[in-house]
């Protein structure tokens, strides 16, 4: 019954994602949804895209281990960095009216920051996209009492998503979000209060949890354990501000106001409702510990799905996984959209100059379908946790992509050359560290990458400039509007370049 409900909702879903695909007629309406997604809706898929498989399955796992302080990445991090993009760069990079994150970095600095962050970018997405498939691998294998290997869960999966994600686009993304959304938030919220029922009441869990140390937050005095905690905070908070998503659900935006809001809003809906897995996994070692202790050992990812099949009754069962389902979907199918788009506009685009935008519309739903394949296999080989592919994601666009972007955005002296050493600093202490250092570092890889990307940018911009800033592109609208309101005089030719 709970698998054919499962097929269920899976095709009506593809469905949803089909007609909104009617709405596509142009890579602006397939990359950012032609900029005409209201409030609801923005924020819905911001909520929805950052609620995915880590945050039902991975955080929950990793609590239970570690406590608050192990999950300080993500839902903390990971919900800052969607405020702070709200309030800091949400307005700004909205008004720019760019197609993607890539082309921040082109107008402000220069091709090859642009080729170099784009880069990172969408090598950052094969750990979230990777989660995402492994996680419907188990769910498929967990609702279906293992007829469905992981392997072929994974498959049937990837390639539904990318049925809707190829034709759709961004409206397919979006719309599909805001159904996903509301299944999430009542689907949670309804196993979440059988669960209670079942332990006598929330506050029994959260006072077990606090005699249990479990809800501690913040490192100790020791400097070794401040900086590890402050790395694992600044991994997700920064190193997913400078990401296509991100950028997509800003651009995607009616209004500036918009833009900024729903960015804020979808932010802090998701911090409150990454804390009910958390809740669900830590009731589950009140009603059943021996099923936890023993999952603890062999995959404490399936702790929850477990719980919910053996003692919720049917109807909560089809409330949970309709709710990790739409979870995993709404993120998966975004993640697959972002790089794509990116690289196809960054990349591939400036290599075949004079691309009609009919061309540019199909390279990118060709990218869109290679990066399904990509992903999907190195879900298949990869070895780590959700928690961790996520996590680990964010470290490659936090030491390349951040700090341009930042700098680039607030300091009018940031240079190309700057960019350029910022680039080259952080990713050359990152890997340093990653392949040479030792298994125990005093400073974690990705924060030394940071602080040596920061000190790139300054550097380089501060010294004497030996990598030239190139003019600025100007949109070809700017340029008539500019000639419109100042008429050159007559018998003169305006400059070849602009």
């Known amino acids: 019954m709970l698998l054919w409900f499962v097929i269920g909702y899976w095709v009506v879903s593809v469905a949803i994602g089909l007609w909104a695909a009617t709405r596509v007629h142009n890579t602006k309406d397939f990359a950012i949804a032609g900029r005409h997604l209201p409030f609801y809706m923005v924020t819905a898929t911001v909520f929805a895209t950052w609620f995915g498989s880590e945050t039902v399955l991975g955080i929950p796992a990793t609590f239970l281990k570690e406590g608050l302080n192990g999950v300080v990445a993500d839902p903390f991090g990971s919900s800052m960095c969607l405020i702070l993009v709200g309030l800091f760069f949400a307005a700004p990079l909205y008004k720019m009216n760019l197609l993607t994150i890539g082309d921040f970095y082109k107008r402000r600095y220069s091709r090859s920051v642009e080729v170099l962050t784009t880069i990172a970018i969408v090598i950052s997405y094969l750990g979230w996209v990777g989660a995402q ?29 990318l049925v809707y994600t190829f034709f759709g686009g961004m409206w397919a993304v ?21 669960v209670s029922g079942m332990v006598g009441g929330v506050d029994a869990v959260v006072l077990h949890a606090h005699q249990a140390g479990k809800l501690a937050f913040g490192p100790g005095p020791d400097l070794k354990e401040i900086i590890a905690f402050a790395a694992a905070l600044v991994t997700m908070m920064f190193g997913s501000i400078p990401q296509q998503d991100v950028f997509q659900r800003v651009q995607s935006s009616k209004t500036v106001r918009i833009a900024v809001w729903g960015s804020v809003l979808g932010g802090v809906l998701y911090f409150l409702f990454a804390f009910v897995p958390m809740f669900l996994a830590y009731s589950a070692t009140l009603i059943d510990p021996a099923m936890v202790n023993r999952l603890m050992e062999e995959d404490s990812q ?38 794509s788009v990116t690289f196809t506009e960054n990349i591939l685009r400036p290599m075949v100059p004079h691309m009609t935008d009919k061309k540019l519309l199909k390279s990118m739903r060709i990218v869109t379908l290679l990066f399904t394949l990509l992903v999907t296999l190195y879900a298949m080989y990869s070895k780590a946790s959700i928690f961790k592919m996520v996590e680990n ?10 700090v341009p972007l930042a700098f680039g955005v607030y300091w009018k002296r940031a240079t190309n050359q700057g960019a350029l050493m910022a680039i080259f600093f952080g990713l050359a202490v990152w890997l340093s560290l990653l392949i040479f250092g030792p298994d125990d570092p005093f400073m974690p890889a990705q924060f030394a990458g940071l602080l040596a990307s920061l ?33 050159l005089p007559p018998g003169t030719r305006p400059h070849s370049h602009h």
């Open 455 to 487: 000190a790139g940018m300054i550097i380089g911009s501060l010294m004497p400039q030996f990598v030239p800033h190139p003019l600025p592109e100007r949109p070809e609208h700017e340029f008539l509007h500019h000639h419109a309101a100042h008429p």
């Open 133 to 161: 498939i492994t996680a419907l691998g188990l769910v498929f294998n967990v609702v279906s009492g293992g007829e469905i290997s992981r392997l072929a869960g994974m498959w049937i999966g990837s390639v539904t998503i």
């Open 174 to 194: 979006a719309i599909t979000d805001f159904v996903q959304m509301i299944i999430i938030v009542i689907g949670m919220l309804w196993i979440g209060n059988e």
């Open 393 to 402: 994601a964010y470290q490659v666009t936090l030491v390349v992509a951040f």
């Open 302 to 339: 399936l702790i929850l799905p477990t719980l919910v099949l053996e003692k919720a009754p049917l109807f909560a069962q089809i409330m949970f996984f309709g709710a990790l389902l739409s979870a995993i979907k709404s993120c998966a199918s975004a993640t697959l959209l972002a790089p």
